[in-house]
């Protein structure tokens, strides 16, 4: 029988660990951000999850909405993720401004026709998205490119495409 790499059981097999963290801090400074800038949430219920070491080298963070079966077993519809490794590394004023911004990508919307919230997503390119910009500029975007093109050793080409 020919030698077959793939099946040698010397081979060493690499495993991508990565381990979710529910995050009292991060829901602390959600509620913070909520009650500030009067975002209006419905009755959506919302996990807050640290990815360690990181959700991706270019993703600094993400807010999805929940399948059935973590809405069954969690009770959320939406889950916010972040890095780990880059939340350890930021500032409280960065922080926020990260919870600002991945709260508004969450939009309830109530339809009268039956009685029942439908749990929608926001496109990043939403006009509250450009109040975040008028009001506190994009140094707090800058930041976190940075942080994570320093975490994990980024070119500048690399930097620019960190998203949130």
């Known amino acids: 029988m020919p030698e077959n790499e793939y099946l040698d059981p010397t081979a060493e097999i690499k495993l991508i660990d990565k381990q979710l963290n529910e995050s009292p801090e991060m829901e602390e400074i959600a509620k913070e951000v909520i009650e500030t800038h009067g975002i209006d949430l419905g009755p959506a219920e919302i996990g807050y999850i640290l990815v360690y070491p990181n959700i991706s080298k270019q993703r600094a963070a993400k807010c999805m909405k929940a399948t059935r079966e973590v809405k069954h077993y969690s009770g959320n519809d939406y889950l916010i993720e972040v ?3 880059l939340w350890d590394m930021l500032d409280k004023d960065t922080k926020k ?3 600002y ?3 508004l990508h969450i939009d309830p ?10 749990m929608m997503l926001r496109k990043p390119d939403f006009a509250d998205y450009y109040e975040i910009n008028d ?3 994009n140094e707090w975007y800058k930041t976190i490119q940075a942080t ?3 975490l994990h050793d980024l070119d500048p080409r690399q930097e620019g495409k960190v998203s949130v």
Do not use: C, T
Request: net charge positive; charged share 20%.
């Open 109 to 118: 919307i109530f339809k009268a026709k039956n009685q029942q919230w439908k």
């Open 101 to 103: 911004h991945q709260l």
């Open 148 to 150: 994570v093109s320093s």
């Open 97 to 99: 401004m990260l919870m």
């Open 135 to 137: 009001k506190f500029g």
């Open 83 to 85: 890095s780990g490794d």
